[in-house]
């Protein structure tokens, strides 16, 4: 058993552009692969590789956006990049995820969190964009779209208002908490 939310931010254009940027850049190394021994391991570490020397450029333009430090991404980085004999860690595309993940949560910050139904009745309005969670996204020229509804979205609507005061770009999200 576990709760549902929908979680949701107001992100502002320039963050909101890196990411879609950087998801672009690297989407293609996405998926989680296979394990250790299977066939296809090597060619998605090979991938993620890739993926990760991409993200330099997208880390600098980072560093000047938020206030955060961001060592422990080019850590991460690093050691993707050292040759597999002088790994700390086994997997490329760990730390492909590690840092995305971090990247993710320093672009998004931290979200307003409504609970709702466990029932999958209720999606997050907009566009799709992922790395692996799914997220939906909504320009401030579209948040008229948002049509009313129950009192989530409500408090949506309302807070879409603030974030148009400030030109930023709503992104929203279904997370589960829990336990199976």
Known sequence: MGDN???YVGVPRPRFELWRDILRDVGFARGYGPAHGQPGYEEHQKLS????????????VLAR????DLSHIHRS???????QHQRRLGSVSLDLS???????????????QEEIPNDGSFRAPGHELAWRIQRSFLLP?????????PPVVERLRAALQTFASRGDVYVGWIAWYGYE
């Open 5 to 7: 939310f929908f979680e």
């Open 49 to 60: 590789r890739q993926a990760i020397e991409q993200l330099w450029p997208h880390l600098d």
């Open 65 to 68: 956006l938020v206030k955060d």
């Open 77 to 83: 980085i690093a050691d993707a990049r050292a040759p």
């Open 98 to 112: 590690h840092a995305m993940s971090s990247i993710e949560s320093l672009i998004l910050g931290t979200p307003v």
């Open 141 to 149: 020229e579209e948040y008229a779209q948002v049509p009313p509804g």
